[in-house]
């Protein structure tokens, strides 16, 4: 990991988001993308309690939170409180059959294909909103790069070096940067107008 500056940094740096993203969350309140940053809030939270007080790999927490964060974006995806309720025990079935596994690649390769999904529907959200509306939303834009940035912290996790300190504080600082953002963003802040 490094000296112990580096971990009380890396402490720091994360405290510094969640509290961020509290902020954020404060912001979107009873918005469209509320379940999007409470869900993404709650698996940060959880992530740091986990870690620091028990040393334990948070790679299932993030699996469960981004299974929850599909419905979030797709608001059609589950249109009844029956269906919603099969799949969140759906999703912790499968977190639980992967817990006595503690499988680092499987968990995060899952979640590594939810965040690919999510940048999908962002996409398809602004194809959408540009060829009936001719706008852009600012707010699918930002939350596009925000699932993409995620997608290439663990494909680099994966593939690439692995999840090590600096690859750790790059995407971290990043994940405070986008939280500020969305702190004074909203679906209401800007529209693009494209004239054609």
Not at 21 to 39: A, C, P, Q, V
Request: some cysteine; overall charge positive; aromatic content about 18%.
């Amino acid at each position: 990991m490094g000296t112990e500056t580096d971990y009380g940094f890396l402490l720091l740096v994360s405290h510094a988001a969640t509290i961020v993203w509290l902020f954020t969350l404060i912001r979107h309140f009873r918005g469209e993308y509320f379940y999007f940053f409470l869900f993404s809030n709650c698996s940060n939270i959880a992530g740091l309690i986990l870690w620091a007080l028990f040393s334990y790999n948070t790679n299932l927490v993030m699996l469960f939170f981004a299974f929850l964060l599909i419905p979030a974006v797709e608001n059609q995806f589950l249109k009844n409180s029956r269906e919603k309720l099969i799949y969140l025990v759906a999703v912790t079935t499968v977190t639980l059959v992967l817990f006595p596994v503690n499988s680092p690649f499987v968990a995060v390769s899952l979640v590594l294909f939810i965040y690919l999904f999510l940048s999908l529907s962002f996409t398809r959200k602004i194809i959408l909103s540009v060829a009936f509306s001719a706008e852009i939303n600012l707010i699918h834009s930002l939350l596009l790069f925000y699932c993409l940035s995620i997608v290439v912290k663990i494909y680099n996790g994966l593939i690439g070096p692995g999840f090590g300190y600096y690859n750790f504080m790059v995407f971290q600082i990043i994940n405070i940067i986008m939280g500020i953002i969305f702190t004074f963003v909203t679906p209401d802040t800007k529209v693009f107008k494209i004239k054609i």
